[in-house]
């Protein structure tokens, strides 16, 4: 079969979950057994969002080969379990670079470099690429229709559409339904409005999704299907649901896979069970139990730390408990409010990031995790904090921090990698993707992962725990637990003493998905578990 093509716009508003659609699809296509993989063309000019603010544009996700991308990955790696790479995440910086760095070389002979064809051409290029190598390529173009920067990346879409002809290349639009409380009323014009923007660029929509608060009558669709001209079936709904992992199921049930397919001329055959995800489903019904865990961290903002907390509900789940989050703002904590604002939490999580901005109060957090022995588990920055807090507190060492933070500490247990020390640029720059790490044997994490005891893990890091300082630090009770066998870089650390505390260098929460949980996770939060259970005075607990 030869490879076809799925588009994914959206219209009216932002953030209205083209990512959740264009995951959800690709796993239903992937559960009928096809090979899939999915794109994210994001139109901003940044190379990649490797130095946004998360305030910006949310979680700076990284794929093993050490590219910087957009949130959505996350979640096309979370639900279908494909390992995405750089080839799965271009912007409009990345396209531009491409044709400039060519027109230096003289590539395009003398031409005067245009928009169109030489960006839009840019642009078709990377999205057929891997022609051959998938059955279905799915292409979520980032932003809202009307944004003027999108432009170059529809227009290149209209025209693959035409070349490619109507049974290889295939357009889903998402748009809003707002509803008006004081008419009591859904409104349809936003949508007719964006999809005639739409069809103004030359792009004719076969399926529409329609996200809303409210259920859609069969009279409110089959009124866009008239106006939109496109089929009444076509017409999907995407209501709110409890879970984003309900998505797949609802659109399954609403036979979106099955439209696609047969508008592009494939044989719809039996449909899929979907087994594995409807019994994460249920169990996630099913969980009754919450457990409370803080994210001490400085970014007040869910989608800064998405991956961490979709691998804690993910690890609840299979814990049976739901886990609720609270996130705990590190620049306001203190030692006069510390224990007000931790106690109540059965464990937590010291959150990565970078620079000096609530980095005394992820100290402070992990001092008071470790002196009352709470579950913690920090990552990245989090991990670097114990270090620091365990040094101080625990070695004496009063200046004990990282260079980053205060270059003339006469303790930097935290230092900067020696590859990093020349680097000046920003962007693309850090120790990025997936590298080894030896596990030591009957260590915490070695437990946690079973017999895989060397592992693969993402980092995003300039500074690394000082060796320098290794042997004090295992003397006073900090284990190592992990090394990266090719550079002698201490990757985990934990203090045996305690029921659960450790910390990771790497980014553990990039590689949970809903049908395989991060084993940390999972350990992690079994320790939570057991310590509310044990803070409610149970004699019952669940081993760790």
């Known amino acids: ?183 009591g009323e859904l409104k349809t014009k936003p949508t007719q409005t964006s999809v005639k923007q739409l069809q103004g660029l030359g792009i004719q929509p076969e399926v529409l999704v329609l996200r809303s608060e409210h259920e859609l009558s069969n009279e409110l669709r089959a009124k866009v299907a008239h106006f939109c001209n496109v089929d009444a079936e076509a017409v999907i709904q995407s209501q709110d649901l409890e879970s984003i992992y309900e998505v797949p199921v609802n659109m399954q049930r609403q036979g979106l896979d099955a439209i696609c397919l047969k508008k592009m001329g494939v044989p719809v055959g039996e449909t899929p069970q979907l087994g594995p995800w409807r019994t994460f489903l249920e169990r996630r019904k099913q969980a009754s139990k919450t457990v409370e865990i803080g994210l001490v961290g400085k970014y007040d903002l869910q989608d800064a730390y998405k991956s961490i907390l979709e691998s804690l509900a993910h690890a609840g789940i299979y814990n049976d408990y739901k886990v609720k989050t609270t996130f705990i703002n590190s620049e306001n904590l203190t030692r006069e409010n510390i224990a007000e604002r931790l106690l109540p939490m059965a464990g937590i999580v010291i959150c990565p990031g970078f620079g000096g901005r609530g980095t005394e109060g992820k100290i402070l957090a992990a001092e008071y995790a470790r002196t009352h022995d709470i579950p913690a588990f920090g990552i990245c920055l989090g991990m670097q904090m114990m270090v620091i807090e365990f040094a ?51 260590s915490l994490a070695s437990n946690a992962y079973g017999e895989k005891q060397l592992i693969r893990e993402r980092h995003r890091h300039r500074y690394e725990y ?27 650390v934990e203090v045996p003493a305690l029921r659960w505390y450790l910390g990771t260098q790497f980014h553990p929460e990039y590689t949970s998905t809903v049908l395989h949980p991060h084993p940390l996770f999972m350990s992690f939060v079994r320790a939570c578990i057991q310590n509310k259970v044990y803070k409610n005075g149970s004699p019952q607990a669940p081993d760790c």
């Open 1 to 183: 079969m030869l490879t076809k093509y799925i588009f994914i716009t959206g219209g009216v508003a932002s953030s209205l979950g083209k990512g959740i659609i264009s995951a959800s699809m690709g796993k239903l296509l992937q559960a009928r057994g096809y090979r899939i993989t999915i794109q994210k063309f994001d139109p901003y000019i940044n190379i990649d969002p490797g130095t946004l603010n998360p305030y910006e544009h949310g979680e700076c996700y990284v794929t093993a080969d050490g590219m910087e991308t957009d949130l959505d990955l996350g979640h096309y790696e979370r639900f279908t379990g494909i390992e995405t790479t750089r080839q799965n995440s271009v912007t409009t910086g990345r396209i531009y670079l491409s044709v400039i760095e060519r027109e230096r070389r003289g590539d395009y002979l003398g031409k005067t470099i245009q928009v169109v064809p030489h960006i839009t051409d840019e642009i078709k290029r990377r999205i057929i690429r891997e022609e051959g190598t998938f059955d279905f390529v799915i292409t979520e173009i980032g932003g809202t229709i009307g944004d003027i920067e999108s432009q170059p990346f529809l227009e290149a879409i209209r025209q693959l559409r035409w070349e490619l002809g109507a049974d290889r290349a295939l357009n889903i639009h998402l748009t809003y339904v707002p509803y008006l409380a004081a008419a």
């Open 392 to 442: 101080r507190n625990v070695l004496g060492m009063a200046d004990a921090n990282s260079s980053e933070m205060d270059p003339a500490t006469t303790h930097p247990v935290i230092d900067i990698m020696e590859e990093q020390k020349n680097v000046t640029d920003k962007g693309g720059t850090m120790r990025l993707g997936a590298y080894e790490c030896q596990l030591t044997p009957g």
């Open 466 to 492: 000082n060796n320098a300082f290794r042997k004090v630090l295992e003397a006073g009770g900090m284990k190592c637990a992990g090394i990266n066998p090719a550079a002698n870089l201490v990757e985990i």
